[in-house]
C-alpha cells in the first residue's frame, strides 16, 4: 500500500478525505479503484478521467438516484476493496463514499472534485480539482 495516515483527513462515515494527487497515485499504483460517480452528462460535457470506473449515484436531468448504485460499485470493486470516489466538487463523493462503507469497502472522498471550487466569476476548472491540477483527463 502506498498511503499513510498523513495523507487521509479523517471523516465520519468512511474511511476519510484524500486530495485528488493522493486519489491518482492510489489509483495508478493499483491500490484504489477509482470511481467516477457524475452523471452521464457531466463525463460527456465536462470531461473524464481515462480508466475510471463511472457509476453516477444520481442522473441528469431529475438528478434522481441511481438505483443500481450498490450493484455497479460492488461489481467494479473487489470485496472489502480501497475505493476513491469523484464527483465534481466533492460533496456528491461524499454521499458515495458513505454508502460504500455501508458495503463493506474502505471508501474514500476525494477533495475537490473534478472541477474545484467556483472562481470569483463562478467558474469551475481554475480553484482546485483533479482536472486544474493536471492529473490524467479527457474530453470528447
Known amino acids: ?7 487521509i483527513q479523517p471523516a ?22 477509482l470511481v467516477d460517480v457524475r452523471t452521464s452528462a457531466e463525463v460527456a460535457w465536462v470531461g ?12 441528469w436531468p ?3 438516484v441511481n438505483p443500481r448504485f450498490d450493484e455497479q460499485v460492488m461489481a467494479a470493486v473487489p470485496p472489502g ?7 465534481r466538487s466533492g460533496i456528491r463523493s461524499i454521499a458515495a463514499a458513505e454508502r460504500a462503507t455501508d458495503l463493506g469497502f474502505t471508501a474514500f472522498n476525494i477533495l475537490e472534485g473534478f472541477e474545484g471550487d467556483p472562481d470569483a466569476q ?6 482546485g480539482g483533479w482536472r486544474a ?3 490524467p483527463w479527457a474530453q470528447n
Do not use: N
Open 12 to 33: 465520519p462515515g468512511y474511511a476519510g478525505d484524500i486530495a485528488p494527487d493522493v486519489a491518482c497515485r492510489w489509483w495508478q499504483a493499483g491500490d484504489a479503484v
Open 48 to 59: 473524464f478521467v481515462p480508466g475510471s470506473v463511472h457509476v453516477p449515484i444520481k442522473e
Open 1 to 7: 500500500m502506498t498511503d499513510s495516515s498523513d495523507e
Open 133 to 135: 491540477r493536471g492529473l
Open 62 to 64: 431529475t438528478m434522481a
Open 81 to 87: 476493496g480501497k475505493v476513491v470516489f469523484l464527483c
Open 122 to 127: 463562478a467558474h469551475r476548472g481554475t480553484l
